[in-house]
C-alpha cells in the first residue's frame, strides 16, 4: 500500500477557558490515503470539527495543541511557516463548513469569492480567471454558470450555496478535501446531490476526502473506512463494511443501534443513553465511554488505552470489544 496522503498521529488539543483546560482531543491518530473517502464519525461534541480545524490550522486563538503531529504527502504541517500553511490551504487542502452560507462572504458575488480563491493561489489576467471561475461553477454543477456569477449568496438556495462552497474549496484542484457536515440542514435529495457530487470529484480528480458527519448511515453509503470518534478519542477505526457489520467497541454498536435504516428489526432500534463526559474534568477516566458503559470491567480504569490491531486493517480503543 502506498503511504497515505495525510497522516496524523497522536494529536492532543485543549482549550484554555475561564472555567480552566477544555481536553478535547486526546491522542488522536488516522490516516487518508490517496483517493480515499474516510468518514470521521461521532456525536456533536466528540472532537470531529477541532479535528479538521486542527489540520487546516483554522483554530481559535484559546486552542493549544499539546502534542502530535500532522504529515501531508511526507511535509510536516504543524511545523509549517504562517505563509507556507497560507499557501498549502486552498492549493493543497481545503475545506466546506456546515452552513454553506455563514461560508461565504454576504457582500460579494459569489462568482467574485471564487475569482478572488483562483487569483490567490494562481495569478492570471482577469479574463483567464472569470474562465476559469465559470469552470468551478460549471465542474459543481450550477445551472447556466455564466449568470450565476452574479448572484448574492442570499440569493441563492442552501444547496446551491453548499454547491458555490466546494466550488471555492474545489478551485484550486486540492488534493485533501475536509467536508465538515456538508449537508447538515440540507433536505434528503439536496444531500444525495452534494454527496454524489463529492464522490465523484473525488473518483475523477484523486482527491482525498474526510467526511465528518454524525451521520453514520450517510457516512456507511460513501466512505471506504470510518474513524469513530467519542469524546476526543478515536474508539475504533477500519473499512466501513467491517465497522457496519462486525463493530467492536461498545461504542460503535451503540451508534449502529442508534439509526433506524441500519437496524433490521425497528425494535432493536436504541438511541444512544447518557451524554459526553465534561472534558474539563481533571479525573477523565483511560476510556472516556467508561462511565456510560455496560461493558465496563475494573481493568477499564487502569493505565492509557490505545487504539489496538483487531483485524489487517481494524483497529480498537477498548478492553472488553465486542
Ligand atoms: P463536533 O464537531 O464533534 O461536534 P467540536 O470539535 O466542535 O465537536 O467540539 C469538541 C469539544 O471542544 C466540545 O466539547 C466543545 O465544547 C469544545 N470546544 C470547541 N471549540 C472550543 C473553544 N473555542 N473553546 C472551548 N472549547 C471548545
Ligand atoms: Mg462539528
Known amino acids: 500500500m502506498s503511504a497515505p496522503l495525510l497522516s496524523v498521529r497522536n494529536l492532543t488539543v485543549d482549550f484554555a477557558t475561564r472555567h480552566g483546560d477544555v481536553h478535547v482531543l486526546d491522542d488522536v491518530s488516522f490516516d487518508i490515503g490517496r483517493g480515499e473517502i474516510i468518514g470521521i464519525i461521532g456525536e456533536s461534541g466528540s472532537g470531529k470539527s477541532v479535528t479538521a480545524y486542527t489540520i487546516m490550522g483554522i483554530l481559535d486563538h484559546a486552542a493549544r495543541i499539546r502534542s502530535g503531529e500532522i504529515a501531508f504527502d511526507g511535509r510536516d504541517v504543524l511545523g509549517m511557516s504562517g505563509p507556507e500553511r497560507d499557501s498549502w490551504r486552498?492549493?493543497?487542502?481545503?475545506?466546506?463548513?456546515?452552513?454553506?452560507?455563514?461560508?461565504?462572504?454576504?457582500?460579494?458575488?459569489?462568482?467574485?469569492?471564487?475569482?478572488?480563491?483562483?487569483?490567490?493561489?494562481?495569478?492570471?489576467s482577469a479574463a483567464e480567471i472569470r474562465r476559469r471561475a465559470v469552470a468551478a461553477l460549471r465542474e459543481v454543477r450550477i445551472p447556466d454558470p455564466e449568470r450565476r456569477m452574479k448572484a448574492m449568496p442570499?440569493?441563492?438556495?442552501?444547496?446551491?450555496c453548499q454547491r458555490i462552497g466546494i466550488a471555492i474549496a474545489l478551485a484550486c484542484r486540492p488534493r485533501l478535501l475536509i467536508a465538515d457536515e456538508p449537508t447538515t440542514g440540507l433536505d434528503v435529495t439536496t444531500q444525495a446531490v452534494i454527496m454524489d457530487l463529492i464522490r465523484d470529484l473525488a473518483q475523477s480528480q484523486s482527491m482525498s476526502v474526510a467526511l465528518i458527519t454524525h451521520d453514520l448511515a450517510l457516512a456507511a453509503e460513501y466512505?471506504?473506512?470510518?474513524?469513530?470518534?467519542?469524546?476526543?478519542?478515536v474508539v475504533e477505526t477500519g473499512p466501513t463494511p467491517e465497522i457496519i457489520t462486525a463493530p467492536r467497541h461498545p461504542y460503535t454498536s451503540r451508534l449502529l443501534r442508534s439509526v433506524p435504516s441500519m437496524v433490521e428489526d425497528l425494535n432493536e432500534l436504541h438511541p444512544i443513553q447518557g451524554s459526553l463526559p465534561d472534558l474539563r474534568r481533571k479525573d477523565l477516566p483511560p476510556c472516556r465511554l467508561a462511565e456510560r458503559c455496560d461493558r465496563r470491567l475494573s481493568v477499564c480504569d487502569a493505565g492509557r488505552l490505545r487504539l489496538e490491531a483487531c483485524g489487517p486493517a481494524h483497529s480498537v480503543a477498548c478492553r472488553n470489544p465486542l
Do not use: K, W
Not at 442570499?154 to 446551491?160: D, N, P, R, T
Not at 466512505?223 to 478519542?233: E, K, P, T, Y
Open 223 to 233: 466512505c471506504d473506512r470510518l474513524v469513530i470518534m467519542h469524546a476526543g478519542h
Open 154 to 160: 442570499y440569493e441563492l438556495s442552501g444547496g446551491l
Open 90 to 124: 486552498g492549493a493543497e487542502a481545503s475545506i466546506i463548513f456546515q452552513n454553506p452560507r455563514t461560508a461565504l462572504n454576504p457582500i460579494r458575488s459569489t462568482g467574485d469569492q471564487i475569482a478572488d480563491v483562483i487569483a490567490r493561489h494562481s495569478p492570471a
